[in-house]
Every structure is written in structure tokens, then in C-alpha cells.
């Protein structure tokens, strides 16, 4: 995985406790010495959710959805 900050990203409901995957804007990426790769995103309603990189899935913007 390779995201970068101002990606769109999915971050999995195992980590925030939601019912659904929720979806924001890479704000921050760390090299974290004992958790690997920590990623920071921030959704639609202000809301910062943060953890490892096996919860979030890069969304692929240049994807056509009609």
C-alpha cells in the first residue's frame, strides 16, 4: 500500500467500532517502531480516526462510476 497524505482511504469498522467502513483524507502517515505503519484520516464530519495500516484501504479515485 502506498498512500501518501491527502489520499482518499477507507479505514475498517474492526478499528473504530462503527457499523461501516468510513471513508476521509489521509491527513498523516508514521513509521511507528512497534506498530509499523500508522496511518491518520479524517472523514466528512471532522471525525480523526488512526492505526495501523491492515485497517485502511486506499480508495481509488481515478475509478469512472457511471
Same mark, same amino acid.
Do not use: H
Given at each position: 500500500?502506498?498512500?501518501? @497524505?491527502?489520499?482518499?482511504?477507507? #479505514?475498517? %469498522? +474492526?478499528?473504530?467500532?462503527?457499523?461501516?467502513? *468510513?471513508?476521509? +483524507?489521509? #491527513?498523516? =502517515? +508514521? @513509521?511507528? %517502531? $512497534? /506498530?509499523? =505503519?500508522? #496511518?491518520?484520516? @479524517?472523514?466528512? *464530519?471532522?471525525? =480523526? $480516526? $488512526?492505526? +495501523?495500516? @491492515?485497517? $485502511?484501504? !486506499?480508495?481509488?479515485? /481515478?475509478?469512472?462510476? !457511471?
Amino acid at each position: 500500500m502506498y498512500m501518501k @497524505k491527502g489520499d482518499a482511504a477507507k #479505514i475498517s %469498522p +474492526e478499528l473504530t467500532g462503527l457499523d461501516e467502513w *468510513v471513508e476521509g +483524507e489521509v #491527513i498523516d =502517515i +508514521e @513509521k511507528n %517502531p $512497534f /506498530r509499523g =505503519i500508522v #496511518i491518520a484520516i @479524517k472523514d466528512s *464530519v471532522g471525525r =480523526i $480516526f $488512526f492505526g +495501523e495500516e @491492515k485497517y $485502511f484501504k !486506499q480508495i481509488d479515485s /481515478r475509478l469512472c462510476l !457511471q
